[in-house]
Every structure is written in C-alpha cells, then in structure tokens.
C-alpha cells in the first residue's frame, strides 16, 4: 500500500503541522545571536556551519532537525550570558547533554540554539558526612560513580545510557534504570537544583524534602525535559555503597512464570536491588552477540541481584532459589565469580545492540504499568505485533513494571513505518487502559507529545501548560516537547450553595461546593484532622471545608505495593490496614489520628525511613479552585509522561486545592526488625556518633534523637544493631529491643505528638532544617531544658518549648501570639503563579497545620 494510501494516524498531526505552531528564527536573529555570543564565547565552543550543526541535530531516536546556532559553554556563568541574551532577542533554546534521550527531546525541531552543557563537568563536591554531592550538568553518570566509589559511596540511578548520559540529562528525564526496584529513580534522590531560568536568571531550588516551606520545585523541574528551566548543577543524594553483590539466573519455560514469580520474591520480603527479564526472541539474538550463557531454548529468564552485607546472602539467595524454583523455574544459576556476573550483565546491556543489527532502525518503547499486570501486557504487546507484521523483543524492568518492547523496522519503507506507529500507538494505550504510564523512563520528548491525551483529561493538560506558562512566558524552552498545547478549557459552569454552605460528604458534593465558592469569590479553608501549631491564619470569612468523611481505601493492590485512600483517612487506619497484610508505610502507626491528607499536604517529618513523603506519594486526587477533578500520578514508580505535578501537592499547605484521594507506595513490613535505644548527657557526642554510623554500609533505617529534660535519646530502628552498638563510646547507655520494635518506635511517634501538642498550648515551638552535620550548631543554642527532636537523616528539627531568638535554617516560629513563617523570597513570583494556576481567584486560604 503506497504511503498515500493509509489512513490518518491515531490522533497524528503530520510533524510540519506541529513545528509550524513555532516561527522559525529569521536571519536578523540569528545574526544577531551570533554577535552577542562572539562576546563571551571563542570561536571553537560557537557553531554555525552547517556540517558542524549536522553533531548536534539528533539523539538517540534518529530523526534529525537542525539548529541554527550551538553554543557550547565552559562556565555556569557563559550558559547564563547565553539564555539571558537568546531571552533579549527572542529565540528558541533546547538544552543539550549526551543527547541519548529515547524520545526526541533533545532534537531542535524547529531550530533554535541549542545550548550544549557537556564541558560543565566539574564534580564540586563529595561531602560524606552529609550524604550529598554537588556536580555539574555535564557530569557523565559513569564518572561520578567512579568518584564516589573512592568514597565507599555510590548515586543509585543508573540508567542503561550510564556510561554516556550526564546528570543533567538523568534529571531532564528523570532516568530510572535496573536499579530503581530497590532505590527509587532520579527525583527520590535529588535535594536541590542549580538552574537557569528562561529570562536568564540563575537560581537555586528550595531543598526537596521537609525542609522548604514552599512548594516542591525541585520535584516538579526534574523529568520537565528542559522545557521549563536550564538545570546547570545538581545536589544528588549519595548512600554508602553495598560492599557486596549476588548476582543471580532463574531460567522459565514460560514467560508468565517468571513475570509471576517476581511478586512472589516480593512477598516473601525480599527486596532485590535489580530485576530484570528478557523473553524468548531476546534471548536468541543476544547469545550469538555477546555468549553471556543464556540458554536459547528457554522462554524467558531473570536476571537478579541483591546487595548489601555478606552475612544477608545465604538467606536471601536460597529464599529466592526456593519462590522461583516454586514458581516454575526449570534451572537457576548463582554466579560464583565476579567475571560470570558480569557475563550475565553483559547480555542484558546488549540487549539494544543486537536487536540494532537485524534492521536499520529500532524503535524501543517504555511502558510502565503495575507490576501483576504486566504478563497481560506483555501478551498485548505480542499480539499487537503479530497484528501489524512485527515480532516484537521484549525486555523489562521487571521489579517496577518497566516495559521496553523493540520493534525493528526500515524508516525508508513508509509501509513500515506506519504499521509501526499504529503498533505503537496500540501499545501505549494497552498500558493507560492497566492504569499505567505511557512512558516509565525515556520522557514524552516530541514523540510521545500527541498521545498525552490517553493519559490526561484537557484539564489535567491545561493545568501543565499552565505550568510551563509560569517558567517560560514566552514558551521559548525546548518547544512542543514534554506537554501538549491545549486551548483554554470552556469556563467552570456555574454553582452555589445558597445561603448556608452544608458540609459535603462526597467528592462531586464537594466539586460544586467549590465552584459555588469560586462564583463567589468565597474564601475556604481545607480542614481534616491533623493537630499541630497553624502557621498562616485563614480569612476571617473563610468556609471549612472537613474532608473527614472521605476514609475509605479506594485500592488495595498487595501485589504491587501500592495502596489509594481518600485523604480523611485517618492515618492510624491506614498503619492498620497495611500492617495486617504484611506491608509497611514508615510514615504512619496504628493509632494516629491524623488524616493522611493533613500529613501530605502539611509534609509532616517521618523518621523511620531516609525517605519524604514526596518519596511514597505515587499519585495525587484533587479538587482544584475552579472545582474540577485532577488526577496526576499512576501506581507505579515509574512515569514520566508529563510533568510531575504530584511532587507540588507535597507540602502545598492546601493553597494549590483539596486532596481528595493519595496513592502511597509500600514495602513489605521488615521482619524481625532490631531496636536499639542509645542514651547519654552528651548530645553533641551522640550527635557525631549517630552522622558517622550513617556513612556506613549498615545504617539504620530509622533514626531520631530526642532530649527529654537533660537527657538525649538516640533510637534507631533497622537491621544489624550489632554493627551498630560499637560506633557509640561505653559511656553511653544502651538498649537493645528485638521482639517489640515496632510498639517501641509507635511509642516514640505518641511521645513526639505529646509534645507538639503540649508547645502549641504553651505557643512556644520552632523547626527547621540544616545540613545534617550543621545539627551540632542546633545542639549548642538549645535551652537546657528544652524538648527537641533532630533529624540526622535530613537535618531537620523541631523544638517543642522556649526558641532561641536566632537558629540556623528556621522555617516556622511561634512564641506567644508571634506566629512567623519563612518564605524563599527569590521564588515567591514563580510559587504565586504556580497557586494561580490551580486556584485563579484564590478560594483555598493558606493552609494550617491542623488542616487536611
């Protein structure tokens, strides 16, 4: 059939009909942006002929479109002089690392400068004690693991593209990698950005976790793919490394065998650090390639690896022998030395290359849905291919649900290629119609751009773009890459609730309720049950809106770790709920009456895990100022399609709408967890005992230290406290608790809100964050008396009795009827415009922290 005979593609616009949305750059610009940049740039690192324009016109997908002008800058500060002067004079900028996106993204599709950051390679800072390094954008992934392995350290995202991508590029896309099953992907390891905004202004984000008062920006700028802010420098979270590895082959006749086998280790409360699967047809083109000993008569096999301290092993190894082997396994391999682990690694990681030798182009998907789901999915995709005349290769990040069908095919038959976008147009509405993301890792790029709508309602597309509108005002950064261009959505019908305003108890009750409140321009406030000190009072006017009626558990996915409850849940429910399947949620306990949307929306500290709330919230149900239901987020760990607009109702203290319903991430409840309870008169000495127990390879995963009257109590929760007890001098008092950890640390949570609720009677409290190692500065200005808890993970703290006049990183301050707040000031246009965003005629008053 010739080319000119199919029919439209799904929901297609030929490529010409999108980029004639953006006016190419006219010759005068052009001129003119060569002429600034001659100011600060040799002529080596400026490029306009047009072969040397030809390196910097693609990535990894193959489509080639060329820039006008490629700046290549040395400095932080020459990549400012060039997004301030491509600001002044109008043009397009598209940000550059490696250029090994999956997507597009990094394609200048209507030309533009591109501004290439591959020489900001300086790795400015590896500080042990506080578990963080400052790189620049242009770091190559693979470097930094070198430096930090120096260190005893590793940065756990490692994408497949490692060993070229650049940290820049990593946050850009928010990569994932083999490694995500265990460690999370990019945004749960990023506490700060170094960014460049698009009028030229160079910034550094709020802090990511529970030390910000404002909103997540750091979380919303990370995977937006260069189309909000040119990201210059990272503040990544590094962890100790594993000084071992078991690397592990269980062989499958059938391929759902393995795909189910996979919950079943999960169940079984082992958390590998990698697993991966490859089917039949991968395995038959990888082994000729590289020998890695797959054996080719088998359907399908997995590839598994756990990490950690020599002694978890035997263990562990054999109780994933024993659930594969149940599972249907025929054959399971151990590598005995490091050159046969790295065997079965070098096949998985050939997996691209030798699919890349059977036709001139692949075209490689990213699908991600919830992990039971995947063996329907994967029958989808087969079927799909024999449908449309491919045989589809199928590899997978199999522990997140992570999907990465192949499909080959000659971009030179235009046969092919349209049977190969309707293959993959199908494929990616299989995975929305299972609840998943359209893409887990490889980004929206301007491929994916005309299938958001499988995702996304026009409200939730409206609200992105309005989004992108905040940071970019003249949609000059990487255009029509990452959203869709939506027109402005009709107006919000109209509502009103006459003279009295009844409480609502559903969440359509509650639609109208706010659209009536919109009408009338009627302040409200958001309210549940969560107690604690109200740092903004509402309007005097202002309707409480109680969504203590919404309790129920909407999902209950035990299989894929995932759970969604209406956000008046009751927090000690949940704990409850959870704990009784066997699963754990280190932010709540049994008992607690907090609502978890006043726990959200107020980013409340846990410390039971190094983790945030932003780190287990996977997806977000709210109403907004104009009474329209959201829905941002997925139940699975990876997606990118999109911005996340998750990570900003984080902490949104209620100003962005109402939390209706939250998606949490779980983890199998840890067996047999150990307590030890450190007692001393010297906090400062525990202090530095406890920062240096946490650069080791078996750290605690829950860790506080609290002073009642003149003693300070160190209570960590995890395992190996054996490892732990000989970090701390003899002078200190120790308790070891085994059998009741769990009822020890609830009892710990019950004495922390017995002091926030004895402080907010006294009206004497504080709390902010530093460096963790800046916690010993905290220490020294406390009064003697004063109840205090520090975070070492993360450096907050909170003080329940009389504050200092001055503390390092203050964010909140009540003493007596003197409420203060902390504000940072350089983001306060952005964040304002962010609330207009979602509440244009500012319904939602300022959140108090006794507010859901």
Same mark, same amino acid.
């Given at each position: 059939m010739a080319a000119s005979e199919h029919p439209p593609l799904w929901g297609a616009l030929p490529r010409e009909a999108l980029t004639q949305q953006v006016p190419r750059m006219s010759d005068m610009t052009r001129q003119a942006l060569v002429s600034a940049f001659t100011q600060f740039l040799p002529p080596e690192r400026l490029l306009t002929e047009p072969d040397r324009l030809m390196a910097y016109s693609f990535d990894a997908t193959g489509e080639r479109h060329r820039p006008d002008v490629v700046a290549i800058v040395d400095t932080v500060g020459e990549a400012v002089k060039v997004m301030a002067s491509?600001?002044?004079?109008?043009?397009?900028?598209?940000?550059?690392?490696?250029?090994?996106?999956?997507?597009?993204?990094?394609?200048?599709?209507?030309?533009?400068?591109?501004?290439?950051?591959?020489?900001?390679? /300086?790795?400015?800072?590896?500080?042990?004690?506080?578990?963080?390094?400052?790189?620049?954008?242009?770091?190559?992934?693979?470097?930094?693991?070198?430096?930090?392995?120096?260190e005893g350290f590793f940065y756990p995202p490692d994408p497949a593209s490692h060993r070229i991508s650049t940290v820049?590029?990593?946050?850009?896309?928010?990569?994932?990698?083999?490694?995500?099953?265990?460690?999370?992907?990019t945004t749960n390891h990023v506490r700060a950005l170094e960014v460049i905004l698009a009028d030229g202004t160079f910034r550094i984000t709020p802090p990511t976790g529970t030390e910000r008062t404002g909103f997540d920006i750091a979380g919303l700028l990370t995977g937006s793919e260069g189309t909000l802010a040119c990201v210059v420098g990272v503040h990544v979270q590094i962890a100790p490394k594993?000084?071992?590895?078991?690397?592990?082959?269980?062989?499958?006749?059938?391929?759902?065998?393995?795909?189910?086998?996979?919950?079943?280790?999960?169940?079984?409360?082992?958390?590998?650090?990698?697993?991966?699967?490859?089917?039949?047809?991968?395995?038959?083109?990888?082994?000729?390639?590289?020998?890695?000993?797959?054996?080719?008569?088998?359907?399908?096999?997995?590839?598994?690896?756990?990490?950690?301290?020599?002694?978890? +092993?035997?263990?562990?190894?054999?109780?994933?022998?024993?659930?594969?082997?149940?599972?249907?396994?025929?054959?399971?391999?151990?590598? /005995?030395?490091?050159?046969?682990?790295?065997?079965?690694?070098?096949?998985?990681?050939?997996?691209?290359?030798?699919?890349?030798?059977?036709?001139?182009?692949?075209?490689?998907?990213?699908?991600?849905?919830?992990?039971?789901?995947?063996?329907?999915?994967?029958?989808?995709?087969?079927?799909?291919?024999?449908?449309?005349?491919?045989?589809?290769?199928?590899?997978a990040h199999v522990g997140d649900g992570n999907l990465h069908p192949v499909i080959t095919y000659d971009p030179a038959?235009?046969?092919?290629?349209?049977?190969?976008?309707?293959?993959?147009?199908?494929?990616?509405?299989?995975?929305?119609?299972?609840?998943?993301?359209?893409?887990?890792?490889?980004?929206?790029?301007?491929?994916?751009?005309?299938?958001?709508?499988?995702?996304?309602?026009?409200?939730?597309?409206?609200?992105?773009?309005?989004?992108?509108t905040v940071f970019d005002p003249a949609h000059r950064l990487n255009p029509l890459k990452a959203i869709l261009p939506v027109p402005p959505s009709d107006p919000v019908p109209p509502a009103d609730f006459g003279d009295h305003a009844p409480q609502p108890t559903t969440v359509?009750?509650?639609?109208?309720?706010?659209?009536?409140?919109?009408?009338?321009?009627?302040?409200?406030?958001?309210?549940?049950?969560?107690?604690?000190?109200?740092?903004?009072?509402?309007?005097?006017?202002?309707?409480?809106?109680?969504?203590?009626?919404?309790?129920?558990?909407?999902?209950?996915?035990?299989?894929?770790?995932?759970?969604?409850?209406?956000?008046?849940?009751?927090?000690?429910?949940?704990?409850?709920?959870?704990?009784?399947?066997?699963?754990?949620?280190?932010?709540?306990?049994?008992? /607690?009456?907090?609502?978890?949307?006043?726990?959200?929306?107020?980013?409340?500290?846990?410390?039971?895990?190094?983790?945030?709330?932003?780190?287990?919230?996977?997806?977000?149900?709210?109403?907004?100022?104009?009474?329209?239901?959201?829905? +941002?987020?997925?139940?699975?760990?990876?997606?990118?399609?999109?911005?996340?607009?998750?990570?900003?109702?984080?902490?949104? /203290?209620?100003?962005?709408?109402?939390?209706?319903?939250?998606i949490f991430r779980l983890r199998p409840l840890p067996s047999d967890p150990e307590w030890l309870t450190v007692e001393s008169t010297d906090g400062p000495r525990l202090l530095e005992d406890v920062l240096t127990l946490l650069t080791t390879p078996a750290r605690p995963e829950g860790v506080l230290l609290v002073r009642e009257a003149q003693q300070w109590h160190l209570l960590l929760l995890g395992a190996h406290a054996d490892r732990w007890a000989p970090v701390f001098g003899s002078s200190a008092g120790m308790a070891r608790t085994a059998t009741d950890a769990w009822d020890t640390a609830d009892a710990w949570d019950r004495w922390r809100q017995t002091a926030w609720d004895s402080a907010r009677e006294r009206r004497a409290y504080a709390e902010g964050g530093v460096k963790p190692r800046a916690l010993r500065e905290i220490v020294s200005a406390l009064a003697p008396t004063a109840r205090v808890a520090l975070f070492p993970y993360s450096g907050a703290y909170e003080i329940y009795g009389t504050v200092p006049e001055a503390l390092p990183?203050?964010?909140?301050?009540?003493?007596?009827?003197?409420?203060?707040?902390?504000?940072?000031?350089?983001?306060?246009?952005?964040?304002?415009?962010?609330?207009?965003?979602?509440?244009?005629?500012?319904? +939602?008053?300022?959140?108090?922290?006794?507010v859901s």
């Open positions: 491509a600001h002044r004079l109008g043009a397009v900028v598209i940000v550059r690392g490696a250029g090994s996106n999956l997507s597009g993204g990094t394609m200048p599709v209507v030309g533009g400068v591109v501004l290439a950051l591959s020489r900001l390679r /300086q790795i400015r800072d590896v500080d042990r004690m506080n578990r963080e390094a400052v790189v620049e954008a242009g770091v190559v992934n693979a470097d930094l693991q070198e430096r930090l392995a120096h820049g590029g990593n946050i850009a896309e928010n990569s994932g990698g083999p490694h995500c099953v265990k460690y999370g992907v594993p000084p071992a590895t078991r690397t592990m082959l269980a062989i499958f006749s059938q391929l759902d065998d393995a795909i189910r086998a996979v919950s079943a280790i999960v169940a079984a409360k082992i958390v590998p650090s990698t697993l991966e699967l490859l089917d039949r047809q991968s395995i038959a083109i990888i082994e000729p390639f590289v020998h890695a000993g797959y054996p080719v008569d088998a359907d399908a096999v997995l590839l598994i690896e756990v990490d950690g301290l020599p002694e978890t +092993f035997p263990h562990a190894v054999e109780t994933i022998r024993a659930v594969v082997m149940d599972k249907g396994a025929v054959e399971f391999r151990e590598a /005995q030395t490091p050159a046969e682990a790295e065997a079965l690694w070098r096949g998985r990681r050939a997996h691209y290359g030798a699919a890349a030798r059977m036709a001139p182009h692949l075209w490689v998907q990213d699908v991600t849905v919830p992990r039971p789901l995947l063996p329907a999915m994967v029958h989808d995709v087969l079927a799909i291919g024999q449908r449309w005349g491919f045989e589809i290769l199928t590899a038959n235009p046969d092919e290629v349209y049977r190969m976008r309707q293959a993959d147009h199908e494929i990616l509405a299989a995975c929305v119609q299972y609840g998943g993301s359209i893409t887990g890792e490889h980004g929206i790029g301007i491929d994916k751009v005309e299938q958001l709508p499988l995702m996304y309602s026009a409200a939730e597309l409206e609200i992105m773009q309005g989004l992108k359509e009750e509650a639609q109208a309720w706010i659209r009536a409140a919109y009408h009338r321009h009627q302040p409200v406030v958001v309210r549940g049950a969560r107690r604690g000190i109200p740092w903004e009072d509402a309007p005097p006017d202002a309707l409480p809106l109680d969504t203590r009626s919404w309790g129920r558990v909407r999902d209950f996915d035990r299989d894929n770790l995932t759970i969604e409850v209406e956000s008046g849940m009751r927090a000690g429910d949940l704990a409850s709920v959870v704990r009784a399947a066997g699963l754990d949620l280190p932010g709540v306990y049994p008992g /607690q009456e907090d609502t978890v949307g006043g726990l959200v929306a107020s980013n409340l500290r846990t410390w039971r895990h190094p983790w945030s709330w932003r780190d287990w919230v996977l997806g977000v149900e709210w109403i907004d100022g104009q009474g329209r239901l959201l829905r +941002f987020g997925r139940k699975t760990t990876k997606n990118v399609a999109g911005y996340d607009v998750t990570k900003l109702a984080v902490g949104s /203290q209620g100003r962005l709408g109402v939390l209706t319903s939250i990183g203050l964010l909140r301050r009540v003493d007596g009827e003197t409420v203060w707040s902390s504000r940072a000031t350089e983001w306060q246009e952005i964040e304002a415009g962010i609330a207009h965003v979602f509440d244009p005629r500012g319904v +939602f008053a300022p959140m108090t922290k006794d």
